[in-house]
């Protein structure tokens, strides 16, 4: 096995800290879709040093969950499935303003703060 997670992870954490500085930013939604790039990259890195496997190219983090066979907690997993979700409409938004009102201040600060958890919860697997 290789330490390609380990590069993996690195791309997943400067990508977090990305979402921080969209944050400070006022770029919300944009600090959303980088949570959301940040949990994908951690979790290919896990699927690679889980299933010894090149992730397959998608977006979708349930998947990537799915076939690596981890869980984690309830609270986690919501989010995850909301990050999910989340990822289409911040990707390919269909009207800017709608979707800064959705992406407010609060709603993205939260986002981050359990994007990071998430984050936690990926590392202590590896």
């Not at 190219?57 to 997993?77: A, F, G, M, R, V």
């Not at 201040?105 to 936690?120: C, F, N, R």
């Amino acid at each position: 096995m290789n330490d390609k997670h380990e590069e993996w992870l690195k791309q997943a954490n400067y990508d977090i800290e990305t979402a921080d500085l969209m944050f400070s930013g006022g770029r919300f939604f944009y600090a959303v879709f980088m949570c959301h790039l940040s949990i994908e990259k951690a979790l290919k890195g896990l699927y690679h040093k889980t299933l010894d496997e090149i992730p397959p190219k998608t977006h979708n983090l349930i998947y990537l969950l799915n076939k690596i066979d981890k869980q984690p907690e309830e609270n986690l997993l919501k989010f995850i499935t909301r990050l999910n979700t989340a990822s289409v409409t911040t990707r390919y938004p269909d009207d800017l303003a709608k979707i800064q009102a959705a992406f407010t201040a609060e709603v993205t600060k939260a986002m981050i703060g359990q994007s990071k958890d998430v984050l936690e919860w990926i590392k202590k697997q590896l």
